[in-house]
Nanobody, 128 residues
Framework: VQLQASGGGLVQPGGSLRLSCAAS????????IGWSRQAPGKEREGVLCINSEHVTTIYADSVKGRFTISRDKAKNTLYLQMNSLKPEDTAVYYC??????????????????????WGMGTQVTVSS
């Protein structure tokens, strides 16, 4: 059973990147997903979280209008599309899964102990 984020890399400001969150050993569609990120020297930040039905999505204010989420059921993968990237988006990005949406009001949980599955991160660097 594994959850893995991938697709990170180096991108220029204003550019786009799509991260993948792939699951093996369980059906990702049955789970709520949370994306979080952590930059060096900073606290972990909840980026986006969505329930399993993809009805409720919570975005951090810092990414609203720029980040969106989609999924490919056949590939058991969920995607985080990141547009209009800024240097402050530079961080290691993590995806996590749980049967319930992990949120507190308008904030997504970043506590890995709250999630059933927590994947290895992928580095995103936004720089010219």
């Amino acid at each position: 059973v594994q959850l893995q984020a991938s697709g990170g890399g180096l991108v220029q400001p204003g550019g786009s990147l799509r991260l993948s969150c792939a699951a093996s050993g369980f059906r990702l569609n049955d789970y709520a997903i949370g994306w979080s990120r952590q930059a060096p020297g900073k606290e972990r930040e909840g980026v986006l979280c969505i329930n399993s039905e993809h009805v409720t999505t919570i975005y951090a204010d810092s990414v609203k209008g720029r980040f969106t989420i989609s999924r490919d059921k056949a590939k058991n993968t969920l995607y985080l599309q990141m547009n209009s990237l800024k240097p402050e988006d530079t961080a290691v990005y993590y995806c996590a899964a749980d049967v319930a949406l992990k949120s507190y009001g308008t904030r997504c949980s970043v506590d890995e102990y709250e999630y059933t599955y927590w994947g290895m991160g992928t580095q995103v660097t936004v720089s010219s």
